[in-house]
């Protein structure tokens, strides 16, 4: 039921993603239908149909969206500040409606894989790729080693966050800064190991 | 409706455990109920009642005892080597049964927080203390240094497994050797931070 030839509105586009954030941030995945964001954003449903193939890519891509928006990002004086800033910035996320959204997100992936996939995709990829442009960067310029595992470091931050968030517990501002201290400075006495 | 006066029976008391995590491997938290436990283990409900105060109490206990059964650890030469051979073991474990247990008590968390206190106290704390003991051992013999974050190192360790294990992620043991690699090794050239 592909409708063509009508041009992209911005509106309803912004007021689409909008309602969608709002109602999962209300009431999470489970109550989340294309029918009840067309009836908040006051659009049909085939409008929304147009640009989301399925209700995962649209909350997914309202969660994006909110983190960009929602937290104002301040870039410091290297990338390896930028690297703290940011892990920060995502926490503060974590702890606001974003955060219900994403724990929604990946209680509801474990019945039903595609909703892993799309959060992967929609949300989760294009988040991890400005934490990894910040540690190349901070390679190109000598603050890390050339062989830092820069895709591990990703995996590794974003799981942190998750795991608090996930097992309730507190992402306080200096609990998210023992994370970059840990895989950025290392601590082997400088031991072989077995 | 306590039972007092009666011998706790050590074969009954395996027979629900045994049960319960047959019933949750098959099809998780969402049909576990203390009657269908009771049914397939060939003992009352009250006799559950007895030892266990809630199904997520039932359902943790029965994941850690597989945990700790259902692959051999061998120790190694060192506490570092043992840490690595620990994180291979609990990945390996959550590729099994356990893993679909485990993400089912984090996924039914989300709803219910009672849930994820029953799992962080009767599954991740006692797992938590085979990491913790392992990463002391290693300051104790000079192998890592003293200030090196114990509790961070422990949060990473599990929070980049279950991250794994909800994004439908391989836990290969390639991926996971990265994993120690990352956290104790560090990689900082030694230039100092903004």
Redesign the interface.
């Known amino acids: 039921m592909a409708v063509v030839g009508r041009p992209r509105s911005d509106e309803s586009h912004r007021a689409i993603l909008q309602a969608a954030y709002d109602l999962l941030a209300e009431d999470g995945l489970s109550g989340f239908t294309f029918e009840r964001v067309a009836a908040r954003a006051g659009v049909s449903r085939s409008t929304i149909y147009r640009w989301w193939p399925s209700k995962g890519a649209l909350a997914a891509e309202s969660a994006l969206r909110a983190l960009s928006a929602e937290v104002a990002f301040t870039p ?3 990338p ?2 930028n690297f703290r800033r940011r892990l920060q910035f995502v926490a503060a996320a974590l702890k606001g409606r974003t955060g219900r959204i994403i ?2 997100m ?6 039903d ?1 595609e909703t ?1 996939d799309i ?2 995709e929609g949300y ?1 990829e294009p988040a991890r790729g400005n934490l990894r442009a910040l540690l190349r960067q901070a390679i190109a310029q ?4 050339s ?3 820069v895709e ?2 990703i ?2 931050s ?3 966050l ?3 968030l ?3 517990r507190p992402l306080d501002e200096s609990w998210v800064d ?2 970059p ?9 400088g ?1 072989a ?2």
């Open positions: 410091g004086p290297s390896i500040e724990a929604g990946l209680a509801e992936g474990q019945q894989p892993i959060f992967a989760l000598g603050q890390l080693r062989d830092f595992d591990m470091a995996d590794v974003f799981a942190a998750y795991h608090q996930l097992l309730r023992r994370l201290n840990l895989i950025l400075s290392g601590s082997l006495a031991v190991q077995a």
